[in-house]
């Protein structure tokens, strides 16, 4: 069974960081693309940030690079997202998410609870 669990989130000032955090399970984690998608109040689903499998292939929407960077452990299958320089307009749940395949724009079939991150002062 497929699991995936984010933490790290959490309410933070403007300017600041946080690492969220993405532990997987029940897969193969090294071979597919995972993702960080995001989700604002009232608004709909926001793709963040991908990270190719089996290779060391990124992407970013553009609100956030240059200040977020995605990495990931393939040891120890966990996923993570650096998260600096915060803005309020960063507030959302955050999701986990494991592509079909190892490119990351292949679309999601497993998805994390997700992790709320409030910036705000």
């Known amino acids: 069974e497929v699991q995936l669990v984010e933490s790290g989130g959490g309410l933070v000032q403007p300017g600041g960081s946080l690492r969220l955090s993405c532990a997987a399970s029940?897969?193969?984690?090294?071979?597919?693309?995972m993702s960080w998608v995001r989700q604002a109040p009232g608004k709909g689903l926001e793709w963040v940030s991908g990270f190719n499998g089996g290779n060391s292939d990124t992407a970013y929407t553009t609100s956030v690079k240059g200040r977020f960077i995605i990495s990931r452990d393939n040891a120890a299958n966990t996923l993570s997202l650096q998260m600096d320089s915060l803005k309020p307009e960063d507030t959302a749940v955050y999701y986990c998410?494991?592509?079909?395949?190892?490119?990351?724009?292949?679309?999601?079939?497993?998805w994390g609870k997700g992790t709320l991150v409030t910036v705000s002062s």
């Open positions: 998410a494991k592509a079909r395949d190892k490119w990351w724009n292949m679309g999601m079939d497993y």
């Open positions: 029940g897969f193969t984690f090294s071979t597919y693309a």
